[in-house]
Nanobody, 117 residues
Framework: EVQLVESGGGLVQPGGSLRLSCQAS????????MSWVRQAPGKGLEWVSG?????????AYAESVKGRFTISRDNAKNTLDLQLNSLKTEDTAMYYC?????????RGQGTQVTVSS
């Protein structure tokens, strides 16, 4: 059974930082492209960032987060991380990790990021 457990969210002031983590199990993590998506209150799902699997490791980011967020993975630990820097109020959302590049795969319960002064 695929399981994805996100953690690391919280309340942070504008300009602050957070590091999100996703613990994966139940599938061959290292072989899978992975991604982060987010959903703000009252809005649809937004793809945030992706990282290639199978040893590739290529990364991509939505324009809205490019230069501020960094995605990474540790295939030995089956973990996917997202470093969030220079946070803005518009980054407030529930963040989910998924086991596809386009964000449409299995998701966990999410971790809430709230950016507010």
């Amino acid at each position: 059974e695929v399981q994805l457990v996100e953690s690391g969210g919280g309340l942070v002031q504008p300009g602050g930082s957070l590091r999100l983590s996703c613990q994966a199990s139940g599938f061959a993590f290292s072989s899978y492209d992975m991604s982060w998506v987010r959903q703000a209150p009252g809005k649809g799902l937004e793809w945030v960032s992706g990282i290639g699997g199978g040893g590739g490791g290529s990364t991509a980011y939505a324009e809205s987060v490019k230069g501020r967020f960094t995605i990474s993975r540790d295939n030995a630990k089956n973990t996917l991380d997202l470093q969030l820097n220079s946070l803005k109020t518009e980054d407030t959302a529930m963040y989910y990790c998924t086991n596809t590049w386009n964000g449409m795969g299995a998701r966990g319960q999410g971790t809430q990021v709230t950016v507010s002064s």
